[in-house]
């Protein structure tokens, strides 16, 4: 029988309650049988994947979706490997901190809990469902997934995998719920739905996380979004940025994390920039190019090389395009970012200490690197097993959203009889 989104809400509220005093014990048996399963099962997994991967090439959805979509072995034994990463970690819930005797003699601290039920909208990549399934059970949440219709039958395929691993652990099977209806009223039903749903998570494009934003009368984050620059600092290693640069723009082009925007020191464009031209071609990069940098490669007669518009540096691409942009200091890098960005993830190459300092002080982002990728913007990269969004608001979460981003605490009072006299 169809569940209405209300009663789906109800459900996820009731097991919210178990889960909230569940044990450790309970929640990592849960979560070695979900790692078992999606292995032992892969190719029931892939056969589902194959329907959306058909579906989604009928379509003509873009490469950069389709790449999103699918799921293979490896990837597979990765979503595997990410929920014992997660199973590994320490609970996040019943830490005490900032515990004291209060002039009084009453023992006060504060104790970390669960947020209760969450609610993620998520689009195209199945492995956020497992992903996200994991963090919310180790942090004793319950969660209801509202995935894309492009990854439904892969997204069944997962629910029931883990539903099933619930069972066998003795948890509600409706700790984790997914809405299989494709309709898009069912977002504005969950953006309504505070009676049930405590937190709400946008996963996709702008116009899903700008929607969830204005509309929502739940507590929810803003992330998602990246428009992501490398700075190329006159005193960079140039070899090292070269192998930067490439691997945030080619090593998974469709990801929030990949490299949208190069910014180059003009002391050092005329050398680097013809290697980086080289290197892109070689890769199939379609390079989007300011009047500066465009004298010193060329046009060259390649189709891959175009005069960039203004909008190219606010676009963040998801596939293998990349604007270009020469610059005069290291302060005009940071006020092109801090214009153009959204505060995502960005980094510099360089061997000044004193402009990464600058760099990494001025620049409003979740996370700045200094000689290092942005692809590294990655929740198990940060050792937090994976993340459930990465978070670009500056309340509640920022950066990549961990166990600890699905917790709150409440204030626990250890007295002997005291009473308010004032």
Known sequence: MKLTTIEIG?????????????????????????????????????????????????????????????????????????????????SPIGIESESRVLENGMLLSQRTVPLGVI???????????????????????AVILRGGKESINSNICLEGIIRDSLKKSNLSKNSIQLIKSADRKVINELLTMDDYIDFLIPRGGSELVNKVAAESRIPTVVGGIGVCHTYIDKAA?????????????????????????????????????PVLYQNFTAKNVEMRCDTRSLSIIGENNNDLVKKASDEDFGTEFLSLTAAIRVVDSVEDAIEHINTYGFGHSEAIITE????????????????????????????????????VAISTGKTHARGPMGLKSLTSYKWVALGSGQIRSD
Do not use: W
């Open 119 to 141: 609610g993620v909208i998520y689009e195209s990549r199945p492995n956020i469902t497992i992903d996200i399934s994991a963090l919310c059970l180790k942090s004793n949440n």
């Open 237 to 273: 290693d140039l070899k090292m940025a070269n192998s930067i640069v490439l691997n945030a723009k080619t090593q998974r082009p469709s990801v929030c994390n990949a490299l949208d925007t190069v910014l180059i020191h003009s002391l050092i464009a005329p050398e680097f920039l």
């Open 352 to 387: 000044d200490q004193k402009s990464a300092d600058k760099f990494v002080n001025a620049i409003d982002a979740s996370a700045v690197f200094v000689n290092a990728s942005t692809r590294l913007n990655d929740g198990g990269v940060f050792g937090l097993g994976a993340e």
């Open 10 to 90: 109800r459900a996820a509220k009731k097991a919210s309650r178990q889960l909230a005093t569940s044990n450790s014990e309970s929640i990592n048996k849960a979560l070695g049988y979900i790692a078992e399963s999606i292995v032992e099962r892969s190719d029931e997994i892939i056969g589902s994947n194959l329907l959306d991967i058909k579906l989604a090439k009928d379509a003509d959805l873009d490469d950069h979706m389709i790449d999103r979509l699918l799921l293979n072995k490896d990837r597979i034994e990765k979503m595997s490997q990410g929920v014992i990463n997660i199973s590994s970690l320490p």
